[in-house]
Nanobody, 125 residues
Framework: EVQLQASGGGLVQAGGSLRLSCAAS????????KGWFRQAPGREREGVSC????????YYVDSVKGRFTISSDNAKNTAYLQMNSLKPEDTAVYYC??????????????????WGQGTQVTVSS
């Protein structure tokens, strides 16, 4: 059974940092796209960052470029999102998602089958 467990959210002041983790189990991790998405109240789910399952290229939405870094540790079956210089507008529920051999389009939430439960990130001003 495929399971994703997201963790690392919390309350932080503007300018602070958090690292989100997404631990996966039940499948071979290597050729899966790993995505991080977020959803703020009243807004659609947004692709924040992802690693392609075909060539391991990375994507970042413009609003987080230079501040967030996505990574994965295949030995630990865990994906990470390091978030620095956090802003109040980063406040949202963050979700991780994996999809087998997903290449281009890894930022599109509708292309993912496997989702973690979400972790709340709140950035105070």
């Amino acid at each position: 059974e495929v399971q994703l467990q997201a963790s690392g959210g919390g309350l932080v002041q503007a300018g602070g940092s958090l690292r989100l983790s997404c631990a996966a189990s039940g499948f071979t991790f290597d050729d899966y796209a790993k995505g991080w998405f977020r959803q703020a109240p009243g807004r659609e789910r947004e692709g924040v960052s992802c690693i392609s399952g075909s060539d391991s290229s990375t994507y970042y939405v413009d609003s987080v470029k230079g501040r967030f870094t996505i990574s994965s540790d295949n030995a630990k079956n865990t994906a990470y999102l390091q978030m620095n210089s956090l802003k109040p507008e980063d406040t949202a529920v963050y979700y991780c998602a994996f999809e087998h051999q997903l290449g281009s389009g890894c930022s599109e939430p509708e292309l993912y089958h496997y989702w973690g439960q979400g972790t709340q990130v709140t950035v105070s001003s």
